[in-house]
């Protein structure tokens, strides 16, 4: 089976919807997987020997409804897969789309206009007539459900992996670190930046605070808040970082904190616990459901229990050291290679339904 894939996740820095792409992408063993793409596909990493297709065009959905299904027609494909969620209006092939999250339905206001505008018009449509849904968590497949009503016997839960191997495997330097704590995921108020400002704030011993991450949206509103604290070094904004560089800070920092709420699935706190680091994070969205009770949770958008939790953490090696053991083996639950199993089951599913 020839499987094209929607690869505008991959174009430009590599998010949490890219890396699933490209996890997934590079383990299919049973069919064949064709990138297609509006615009070169610059890191290659995991991806160097799957085929990538490129016809340039307008901007990303444009291009998505206006000339991915001809494109996929002229590869031979078929079946496709949209890990964004939508598909072409004039797709007349098998599809398998994957949804990871509503929370430009849910949280409208917290979102860039433009992403609004085209997966709230596209993702009804789409999951109607897509062959079949692979869902990231039962959280979200049951969002699906609930919202769309979208049959039950549609949708399969394939879940994000973690590359426990890579994350695990230690840095051959050792050269001293500021202790720090940790934020990774982009750079706008839906993570729960505010409230991990208020709550940083709010210790009597601060450690420094790095920030890693691409800017999303109102990410000028944010910096402008915290400025002062960059401009002093107590706040490190590095930006997006390679996901060797990314390792690292994790593997360095005190913990990470993720008080995002609305989560489909939440990927950088399952590679912090395989890095090593103890997690905190919200009781919001799919986070219980990964995570469980190996990361330390607060209520969202709670910073006064955060920043409780956080003095803890910093104080107690005891405490550190056991959701550290907790968060490895809590890790070690997930596996891309499983993943891209399951996906490649909902593709056959798919593939053989006309």
Known sequence: MIVAIDGRPLVGNRTGIGVHTAEIASRLSKSKPILLTHRPIDDRSRIEDVEAVVQRFAPGVAWQQLVLAGLAKRNRADLLWAPHGTIPWNLH????????????????????????LSFNSLIGWSLQHATRIAAVSRYTADQAIRSFAVEASKIEIVPNGVDFEFFSQRSLTNVPVTPYLLFAGTFEPRKGLPSLFSAWRSLRERPRLVLTGDAGWRESRLRSEIAPFVRSGEIEMTGYVTRERLRTLYQDAIALVYPAEGEGFGLPPLEAMAAGTPVLACRSGAIEEVLGEDAILSRPGDSVQLAAQLAEVIASDALRSEFKERGVLRARRFSWSESARLMEDVFEVAGSIR
């Open 93 to 116: 092939i098998p599809s398998v789309v994957t949804i990871h999250d509503f929370t430009s339905i849910t949280m409208p206001l917290r979102h860039r206009l433009r992403t609004v």
